[in-house]
C-alpha cells in the first residue's frame, strides 16, 4: 500500500528529479510532478505542473493536497546571481511557506556538498559542520537549512536537508571517489527520510558507502540509511583515466571542488560554455 496519497517532487525535469520520479512511484498513489520546463507526459499514477519557484501563487497550488515535498528545484550550480535569488532563495521561502499555510509536515530538501565546500579534505565534516559555502550556490543552500529549521522550531515542519555531494551514474574523478552517491542510493536515502517515524531537523550527507569519504553520517543513524553502492567499484578505472592533481588546487585542498575555483558568476564566462 502506498505511504501517501500524493506526493509532491519539485525540480522533476532535472536529471535527479527524473530518478526520483521513477523511484518514488511505490511510495505514493499520486505523485506531482513540478519544474519550470516541460517534463515527459505525466502517466496515469501522475499529475505535472510547469511553474517558476519564484511565482508563489503557482508553489501554492501545486503544495495544496500533498501530503509530502520533495524539494529538489533549483538554480543548478552556480548561476548568476538573479537566477539563484529567485530559482533557490524566493523559491525556497516559497515551499516551505507553502507548505506551512496547507500543514505539510515534512519535507526533503535537496541542499549540498556547498553548502561547507570551504572545509579542508583532510579537516573532515558531521552533520553538526557549520556552513562554510563556496559559491552563490551554496549560499543558497545554506538559507534553505537556516529556514527549515525556523519551520520546524517555529511550526513544527520536518526537514531532512540532504547535502547531496557527487551524484552521476559512475564516479567521473578521482575527487569522486569520496563524494560518489548512485541513483540507488539517492532514492533510498531519499524514501528513508520520508518514511521514518521522525526527523526532526535533520542534516545527512548525501554519499554512498565509498572508502574514502569527507563527511560523516554516524550522528544520523536514526534514518535508517544503509547505502549498497560503492566508488571502490570504479577506482581502477577513475585512476587509470584521471590523473592525480596538485594537493594545493583549491579545487582539491577544499571538498567543494571545482566551485572553489569559480570567481563571481555574474563575471564569469565559464556560464556561456
Known amino acids: 500500500m502506498p505511504r501517501f496519497n500524493r506526493l509532491l517532487i519539485t525540480g522533476a525535469a532535472g536529471n535527479l528529479g527524473r530518478e526520483l520520479r521513477r523511484g518514488l512511484a511505490p511510495l505514493a498513489t499520486t505523485l506531482r510532478l513540478t519544474d519550470r520546463v516541460e517534463m515527459a507526459p505525466a502517466q496515469s499514477h501522475e499529475e505535472t505542473v510547469v511553474c517558476e519557484l519564484s511565482d508563489f501563487d503557482a508553489i501554492s ?69 557549520p556552513h562554510n559555502p563556496d559559491s552563490l550556490y551554496g549560499v543558497s543552500k545554506c538559507f534553505v537549512e537556516d529556514l527549515a529549521k525556523l519551520y520546524f522550531n517555529k511550526w513544527g515542519i520536518e526537514s531532512a536537508l540532504l547535502r547531496i555531494n557527487s551524484c552521476y551514474p559512475k564516479p567521473r574523478d578521482r575527487r569522486h571517489l569520496a563524494t560518489w552517491l548512485s541513483f540507488a542510493d539517492l532514492i533510498q536515502l531519499v524514501e528513508r527520510c520520508l518514511v521514518s517515524e521522525r526527523i526532526g531537523h535533520t542534516v545527512v550527507y548525501g554519499i554512498s558507502d565509498n572508502r574514502e569519504a569527507f563527511f560523516s553520517n554516524h550522528k544520523v543513524a536514526h534514518l535508517g540509511y544503509r547505502p549498497v553502492d560503492s566508488a571502490e567499484d570504479y577506482r581502477a578505472e577513475v585512476e587509470a583515466e584521471v590523473a592525480p592533481g596538485d594537493p594545493f588546487d583549491p579545487g582539491i585542498e577544499y571538498v567543494g571542488g571545482f566551485l572553489c575555483n569559480y570567481g563571481h558568476p555574474d563575471e564569469s564566462e565559464y556560464l556561456e560554455s
Open 61 to 129: 497550488n501545486a503544495v495544496e493536497g500533498c501530503d509530502a515535498i520533495v524539494h529538489f528545484g533549483a538554480a543548478p550550480v552556480e548561476r548568476p546571481w538573479a537566477e539563484v535569488l529567485d530559482s533557490s532563495i524566493v523559491g525556497g521561502y516559497n515551499v516551505y511557506e507553502a507548505a506551512r499555510r496547507h500543514g505539510v509536515q515534512r519535507i526533503v530538501y535537496a541542499s549540498s556538498i556547498h553548502a561547507v565546500g570551504y572545509e579542508r579534505r583532510e579537516v573532515g565534516a558531521d552533520t553538526d559542520t
